[in-house]
């Protein structure tokens, strides 16, 4: 093994060579769980890990040396086929030697290039005042430049150099050599390859490198290595260097890492900063001193930091309690003492010699207190009013009764004799009593009579009364309102009695008084019987400026009396109404009830304020008048309309509306109109607006509005959908044209240019026409084939890109050939296809189109055959190596592209999705029968390939379609991108067109395990749930880690432990299955999305004499081929495929039957490799087995199959969507089995 990596390792360093893939990328084809683990751990130490840095790592040798033969085994076939592709398809004839050593006196520039420095020369002048002497300092204060130009000279006149050009020269390499020595220091770190042994401190390593990858650009350093300490207390390390500050002066720096909670946030929050520069510019380096006292096991502080990371928590928590000091008993500190004459509050400190006065700002500080404590004593400093004298001092004793207010039920209130006082809340009655000698008012406080001089001591200006007992230890606070003290305040200056004769003036008096003061008035002062209020709220609409409304409310109990708010004041009111007082008695409740009932009548407001009035736009109001039109006919409430009230003056409807569309270069420019009549026109802008907020009116001017028409909203909305914003018009693409047709329907109202109308024509004789079936294909092609190829056919009439979706199974390469029979003379064409899948092109085509020139793109010479390409050539390749010769491709202008497989390009991010969308071909063709798998942005990295611009920008598909269909489940958004995708994409299902197709049965079996079986996997559940629980989006991998484990165990146990040796319930259920189909003479496929699983039925069918073939992503081109063609002709009962090796391309309808081990996450993936078997050319009925282990995660992963039809079926079939799994919901995988979503 060890010959082969050095053999990789020697290769010649190529930008397209495989070992310089990301290894992401190249893992994302790795189907063996354990050499993904094993190539991410040790890719982990790179920023930017290739391919290359992990098979060059010195730790991957020294595990090479110790590891045992299971593991082995898997990793020498995996560097064997890396190998292999290395070998046939990536090392070049020449060489290319590396570039020459650097000239003696080479440039500054070049060589701060060269050390990575080059940020140095764009600092300013400033940094080299402290090398420079008094004069060139007068020089460098005058220079504009900075260091790099005052380097080469630039605007520094000859007689004015005195140096600087050598001071500046001998800056930048000084400290670009010390950049290099730190950069140096940072290599030699991560050489190392140094694992920590405690699991805390290898989560710690791996947090680092994750926060390094998060903070982006390498900062450039020239500073010494810092000092640096671990200070335990304070759970820090502090590292002290000088740094320098925006106007280059070096300061003393001191940055700190807490390590406190640091599992659960990022780490690049956890820095802190003294001293100069911007924070967030030095957090690289931090993380990057942090890393090399983790990685680096010399490093002075790295044993301490170590012990402290490994350290149980438990240990940890004991010595902080060991280091707390208490300031005192556990009982409370700060006792308030009230005095009330005049009111105040003082804090006091309880000690054992008694009360001591203190400053309430100490509280909390200097003076330990209860949170309550802190409180109250902010709220008395605190100062809301700033003016005179007099308004301070009422806005002192205002904060001093609202800290009273929080002192309400606390025992810690003395008063000045430092007895304990009782601070409560009480509630002011205010009545008109009638008797012998006349009426006069009587006040209770908590239903106790209170006497009128003691009511007017107890009151403040401040809007508060406070009332202290004589008989009890009591307090009493209410709040009455500045206007209520006034009141209360003139009713107890000369308590007197009212005789008859005053009784006229009194009731005015108090019928005035009563919407502010609550005042309870016996029957007989009354001058007449009191009746029952209106209950019916009064509405009040206001104008504000020209662009709003507000819209309050109240009740008039009596007519052309005072307002009140609704279900709350006095119960009983008095009027003056035309020289007469008149009462009346309110329903309170009834109030409160009918105005609930005309607000849920009205229309959403857009904002409310804390004193219950309601806001809407302009927009809105319209909607608003008429809902408020409503109530008033059904007398359920009045309402005081402002001078101005918006009226309807016209109807905008789809009849009036004119389209006018002129070309744009590449898109067209969409304009139009409406003529709303009175309304006048109504440009398009303004209705898209309005459709899309679903607005039913648009404002012409303050006052007058246009109704729309609810056919125009369907088609403002549509129209919404397939047009773009472009600048500051809109914009419609070329390929969106058939959508905009569909979605307008009749084209009477269009005026478009010539050139639209050039694609219109061209669309409209496409759809009308059936292209010709190659004269070879016509006794293949089945009706629906020739269906497909027809509609194909127009599609590329007009110059758009098409998808065929057809299921699996139903012949979509067959159709692809005949595309290319038919247009062979447009030019060469060019198949994208998976590397299983490349050579089935091939001999399908010398099967049914021998007149193409097929061949496979390989070997040295592979871009030279490029360049000979002609009409009736077809070069088939893999998605791998489209994008290694991008350039070289894009060179070609083809006449046909079929992207086959085209889920391979569903990231639009990859390579191999950039060097597609590159690719110059008239025509573009995806075949795949799962458009859709997880996510919407598989479809948008799709159509953007056959048809750019299609749907917009991806901020624009993403506020679209994927934040309302994936999250908020909007049907009619998803059946919006149903229609816009509808022109490109044909999609049919084996039970809708091929009939003729034997029945498929599906059967989940599921597996009861063992004892020892299940005692082991529900002790790994609950470690894997320890390790969920709490983990926040940051911990997304782990979870999925644990849960890959789980699924691992769920198989057999010793995917999870190669020790154990507990049997496998599936193993033998399995084996059972095998046993039976032998002796009914049946076949099957076997796929297992782990290669080690196969490995493992491999090893037990051996042992049984069974007969089989075996395909995983390790097998050479050439061997798979012969295995195919093997089972094909009856060789072998079983054939054993990895599922992302063999699940698509395939074809194997020797087999009856398939059989799941292991369920994946998508259905369609599965699916995918059942059609292996079920498709044209199966004569015989087709079983499929999913073994699922019972009580165990295979049966929540069951059940995510249906919410992944959904998805799919959201956008091919209109009905609504799901989304991606949340935390909480991988979490509830481990601890329940069923996702919340899926249930």
């Known amino acids: 093994m060890f010959d082969v990596l050095q053999r990789l390792l020697d290769t010649p360093v190529r930008s397209y060579s495989i070992l310089e893939l990301p290894l992401g990328e190249y893992l994302a084809g790795v189907s063996d769980e354990r050499i993904a683990n094993l190539f991410w751990a040790y890719g982990s130490a790179y920023r930017q890990p290739t391919l290359r840095n992990v098979l060059g790592d010195v730790r991957l040798r020294q595990w090479l040396d110790v590891v045992g033969g299971r593991t082995r085994a898997p990793l020498e076939r995996e560097l064997r086929h890396i190998a292999s592709i290395v070998d046939e398809e990536y090392i070049l004839d020449e060489v290319v030697e590396p570039p020459p050593e650097p000239a003696a006196r080479q440039s500054l520039e070049d060589w701060a290039a060269d050390a990575g420095v080059a940020d140095l020369l764009r600092e300013p002048v400033r940094v080299l005042e402290r090398h420079a002497t008094r004069e060139q300092r007068s020089i460098l204060d005058r220079y504009l430049g900075n260091v790099g130009d005052l380097a080469r000279g630039k605007g520094l006149e000859p007689r004015a150099d005195r140096g600087l050009l050598s001071l500046a020269t001998r800056y930048v390499r000084e400290a670009g050599e010390r950049a290099m020595e730190e950069r140096a220091e940072d290599e030699r770190v991560a050489r190392l390859g140094f694992v920590p042994a405690g699991e805390q401190s290898r989560a710690f390593l791996a947090a680092l490198d994750e926060a390094l990858v998060r903070t982006g650009k390498r900062r450039t350093y020239t500073g010494a290595s810092p000092h640096t300490t671990f200070e335990r207390e304070r759970h820090r390390l502090f590292f002290r260097w000088r740094a ?128 309550n404590d802190e409180l109250v004593a902010h709220t008395l400093l605190t100062q809301t009013v700033y003016g005179s004298q007099d308004d301070a001092a009422r806005d002192a004793r205002r904060q001093m009764f609202r800290a009273l207010y929080l002192l309400v039920g606390s025992p810690n209130v003395v008063g000045r004799d430092r007895s304990p006082v009782s601070v409560r ?34 009151l403040d200006d401040a809007g508060y009364l406070i009332h202290a007992s004589r008989k009890t230890s009591d307090v009493v606070l209410a709040h009455v309102g500045s206007v209520r003290a006034d009141i209360l305040m003139a009713l107890t200056r000369e308590p007197a009695t009212f005789p008859p004769e005053a009784r006229p003036k009194l009731l005015k008096n108090v019928a005035a008084m009563s919407p502010h003061l609550a005042i309870d008035i016996p029957d007989s002062l009354l001058e007449e019987e009191a009746g029952p209020g209106d209950p019916r709220p009064t509405l009040r609409l206001e104008r504000l400026g020209q662009d709003a409304f507000a819209l309050s409310w109240f009740v008039v109990p009596m007519t052309g009396g005072s307002p009140y708010v609704p279900g709350g004041g006095p119960s009983r009111v008095l009027e003056r109404l035309g020289g007469r007082i008149a009462a009346a008695t309110r329903n309170l409740a009834e109030e409160a009830r009918l105005l609930a009932a005309v607000r849920a009548r009205l229309p959403v407001a857009e904002r409310e304020d804390a004193k219950g009035a309601v806001y809407f736009g302009i927009a809105r109001s319209l909607e608003l008048v008429t809902a408020l039109r409503a109530v008033v006919e059904a007398n359920e409430a009045k309402v005081v309309w402002p001078k101005q009230v918006p009226r309807v003056v016209g109807e905008a409807s789809f009849s009036k509306l004119h389209l006018s569309i002129g070309a744009r270069g590449d898109w067209f420019g969409v304009q139009g109109k409406v003529d709303a009549g009175a309304g006048g026109e109504i440009p398009l802008e303004t209705l898209l607006v309005a459709a899309r907020a679903r607005q039913r009116f648009v404002a012409v001017d303050a006052d007058r509005f246009v109704q729309i028409e609810e056919e125009l909203q369907a088609k403002l909305l549509a129209i919404g959908d397939v047009t773009r914003m472009q600048g500051k018009g809109r914009g419609l693409s070329r390929v969106a044209i058939p959508a905009l047709l569909d979605a307008i329907g009749a084209r009477d109202g269009v005026d478009g240019a010539p050139e639209f109308w050039t694609i219109v024509a061209r669309i409209d004789g496409a759809s009308q026409k059936d292209a010709a079936v190659p004269r070879r294909f016509k006794p293949v092609l089945r009706p629906y084939q020739v269906d497909g190829y027809r509609w194909m056919s127009r599609i590329a009439a007009w110059g758009a890109g098409a998808c065929l979706a057809d299921e699996m199974g139903l012949g979509k390469t067959v159709q692809g050939l005949a595309l290319l029979e038919a247009r062979k003379a447009s030019g060469p064409a060019l198949v994208v296809a998976p590397t299983s899948v490349g050579p089935n092109w091939i001999a399908e085509a010398k099967r049914f189109a021998p007149g193409l020139r097929c061949t496979l793109h390989r070997g040295k010479e592979r871009a030279a055959a490029l360049e000979k390409l002609g009409p009736g050539d077809v070069v088939v390749t893999n998605y791998e190596l489209l994008a290694r010769d991008a350039a070289a491709f894009a060179k070609v202008r083809f006449g046909t592209m079929i992207a086959d497989e085209a889920q391979a390009i569903k990231t639009g991010s990859t390579a191999r999705a ?106 790994a559940r609950k470690l894997a749930l320890d390790a969920a629980s709490g983990a926040g989006e940051g911990a997304r991998f782990q979870v999925l880690a644990e849960i890959m ?68 992503g390790s097998t050479p081109l050439a061997d798979r081929t012969r295995s195919v063609d093997a089972f094909q002709a009856g060789e072998g009962t079983l054939f054993l495929i990895s599922l992302k090796a063999g699940g698509t391309g395939l074809n194997l309808t020797a087999a009856d039957t398939v059989v799941h081990l292991d369920p994946w996450w998508n259905p369609a993936v599965e699916d995918q490799a059942t059609d292996r078997a079920h498709r044209i050319g199966q004569t015989k009925p087709v079983t499929v087995l999913r073994l699922i282990s019972q009580g165990t995660i295979e049966e929540a992963v069951l059940a995510l199959h249906e919410g992944k039809r959904e998805l799919a079926e959201s956008i091919l079939e209109g009905s609504a969507a799901s989304g991606k799994l949340s935390m909480t919901e991988l979490a509830n995988l481990i601890r329940e089995g069923v996702s919340d979503s899926a249930r």
């Open 244 to 371: 320098r500050d925006k106007m280059g002066r070096e300061r003393p720096t001191t940055a700190s890492l807490s390590l406190q909670e640091w599992a659960s946030r990022p780490l690049e929050a956890a820095v802190g900063l003294e001293g100069a520069g911007r924070p967030v510019s030095k957090v690289d380096l931090v993380l990057r001193f942090a890393r090399r006292v983790v990685a680096d096991p010399k490093h002075l502080m790295h044993a301490p930091l170590a012990a402290y990371l490994d350290e149980p928590a438990w240990k940890r928590a004991l010595v902080a309690m060991d280091g707390l000091t208490y300031a005192g008993p556990l009982a409370p500190t700060i006792v308030w003492m009230l005095a009330t004459d005049p009111p105040r509050l003082l804090p006091h400190r309880a000690t054992s010699a008694g009360l001591t006065l203190v400053d309430a700002s100490s509280i909390g500080y200097s003076v330990h207190g209860t949170p």
């Open 425 to 458: 809340e009480g509630t002011l009655d205010v009545a008109l009593e009638d008797g012998p000698s006349g009426a006069r008012f009587v006040f209770s406080l908590d239903g106790k009579p209170i006497e009128p001089a003691a009511l007017r001591a107890a």
């Open 914 to 1019: 950039r060097a597609a969308r590159a690719i110059d071909a008239e025509f573009r063709l995806a075949l795949t029968g799962t458009p859709v798998e997880n996510r919407l942005a598989e479809l948008y990295s799709l159509m953007e390939f056959l048809n750019p611009g299609l749907f917009g920008s991806v901020e624009e598909f993403r506020e679209q379609y994927v934040v309302p269909i994936e999250r908020e489940r909007d049907a009619d958004r998803a059946a919006s991108l149903a229609r816009l995708v509808r022109p490109f994409l044909l999609r049919r299902r084996k039970r809708d067109v091929a009939a003729e197709l034997p029945a498929r049965t599906d059967v989940t079996r599921i597996v009861e395990r063992g004892d020892e079986e299940r005692q082991l996997y529900e002790a």
């Open 1045 to 1112: 484990r789980l699924r691992r165990l769920a198989c057999h146990p010793q995917l999870f432990d190669e020790r154990a040796t507990a049997p496998s319930a599936k193993l033998e259920a399995f084996l059972e299955i095998a046993e039976e189909l032998r002796d009914d003479g049946r076949r099957a496929l076997v796929f297992s999305q782990f290669t080690g699983h196969l490995a493992l039925v491999a090893e037990a069918l051996r042992a049984r004499g069974f007969a089989f073939q075996y395909l995983d």
